[in-house]
T-cell receptor, first 115, second 114 residues
Framework: NAGVMQNPRHLVRRRGQEARLRCSPMKGHSHVYWYRQLPEEGLKFMVY????????ESGMPKERFSAEFPKEGPSILRIQQVVRGDSAAYFCASSPEGASNQPQHFGDGTRLSIL | AQSVTQPDIHITVSEGASLELRCNYSYGATPYLFWYVQSPGQGLQLLLKYFSGDTLVQGIKGFEAEFKRSQSSFNLRKPSVHWSDAAEYFC????????????FGGGTRVLVKP
């Protein structure tokens, strides 16, 4: 299956720890998007990356959150010093080009729980 | 800023009955429009999309949607639902001027009665 792969599927962290979420885009896709889904809410855009570049990070919280998409390897969403409010499902999507009319293909998400 | 509204949070429908999910968007120009479906614990699957042209769009799983510019709406329909259609449905928009990010509605959860 050459779909968008996210791992881990579930992640439990204690307050103050770091969380690292990984996303491997579909084969041939070089554009990655991260979204967050809080309980009982829709998905909210966080960040859009191309290989080695952050294109749009307008949805990222100003502190503790960072994202990267290195030349080799998966995209990483990193949350430092996690708090209870970070508990959510984090979804990664990819597309072959960074155009608004290119459908984004989603992974199954990482469900982050903060104790 | 663009926004998407799905007025119905929950809809319950009997198996075999028709289904219509509402979606309204707010944006100065016609955006690109999408419907996604999410089964519990899963990611989002694209049902259909509208970019331009014919305002009635056919998608997968027997779904269709109609773009109505005058009403800023993009409602999703299915003539006869199956139990497997129970899921959450999200309408989303994108526009070049707003970058490539998707803006999602709050979702409509569909329950199917036997």
């Amino acid at each position: 299956n050459a779909g968008v792969m996210q791992n881990p599927r579930h992640l439990v962290r204690r307050r103050g720890q770091e969380a690292r979420l990984r996303c491997s885009p579909m084969k041939g896709h070089s554009h990655v998007y991260w979204y967050r889904q809080l309980p009982e809410e829709g998905l909210k855009f966080m960040v859009y990356l191309q290989k080695e570049n952050i294109i749009d990070e307008s949805g990222m919280p100003k502190e503790r959150f960072s994202a990267e998409f290195p030349k080799e390897g998966p995209s990483i969403l990193r949350i430092q010093q996690v708090v209870r409010g970070d508990s959510a499902a984090y979804f990664c999507a990819s597309s072959p080009e960074g155009a608004s009319n290119q459908p984004q293909h989603f992974g199954d998400g990482t469900r982050l729980s903060i104790l | 800023a663009q926004s998407v509204t799905q007025p119905d949070i929950h809809i319950t429908v009997s198996e075999g009955a028709s289904l219509e999910l509402r979606c309204n968007y707010s944006y100065g120009a016609t955006p690109y429009l999408f419907w996604y479906v999410q089964s519990p614990g899963q990611g989002l699957q694209l049902l259909l999309k509208y970019f331009s042209g014919d305002t009635l769009v056919q998608g997968i799983k027997g779904f269709e949607a109609e773009f109505k510019r005058s009403q800023s709406s993009f409602n999703l329909r299915k003539p006869s639902v199956h139990w497997s259609d129970a899921a959450e449905y999200f309408c989303a928009v994108a526009h070049k001027a707003a970058g490539n990010k998707l803006t999602f509605g709050g979702g409509t959860r569909v329950l199917v009665k036997p």
